[in-house]
Nanobody
Framework: QVQLVESGGGLVQAGGSLRLSCAASGRTFSNVVMGWFRQVLGKERELVGSISELGLGTFYADTAKGRFTISRDSAKNTVYLQMNSLKPEDTAVYYC????????????????????WGQGTQVTVSS
């Protein structure tokens, strides 16, 4: 079992930045791949990006490339999503998810391909 708790969401103006955090517990942190997803009401949850279990590899959706950065701190059992140059269309509930390693990050783009997820944190970007 893995418990995930996201934090750091809020209201920000377009062009601004936010850093989301996801604290993990319950399982060896270095044994799980972590992903950040986001969801708008009525739409499918979509991948923002992911990071390998040791942090040596990352993958980003096209919408996140060049603006968002995922990192992880094994000492704190925490994964981060640094979001810069935010746009109104980035408004969503952001979830972190955890899953077993083994699949290439680029092929693991659906929420159901991860096993655990947190309660989400709301990000609202005003124009």
């Amino acid at each position: 079992q893995v418990q995930l708790v996201e934090s750091g969401g809020g209201l920000v103006q377009a062009g601004g930045s936010l850093r989301l955090s996801c604290a993990a517990s319950g399982r060896t942190f270095s044994n799980v791949v972590m992903g950040w997803f986001r969801q708008v009401l009525g739409k499918e949850r979509e991948l923002v990006g992911s990071i390998s279990e040791l942090g040596l590899g990352t993958f980003y959706a096209d919408t996140a490339k060049g603006r968002f950065t995922i990192s992880r701190d094994s000492a704190k059992n925490t994964v981060y999503l640094q979001m810069n140059s935010l746009k109104p269309e980035d408004t969503a509930v952001y979830y972190c998810e955890a899953g077993d390693p083994g699949l290439p990050l680029a092929t693991r783009t659906r929420a159901y391909e991860y096993t655990y997820w947190g309660q989400g944190t709301q990000v609202t970007v005003s124009s």
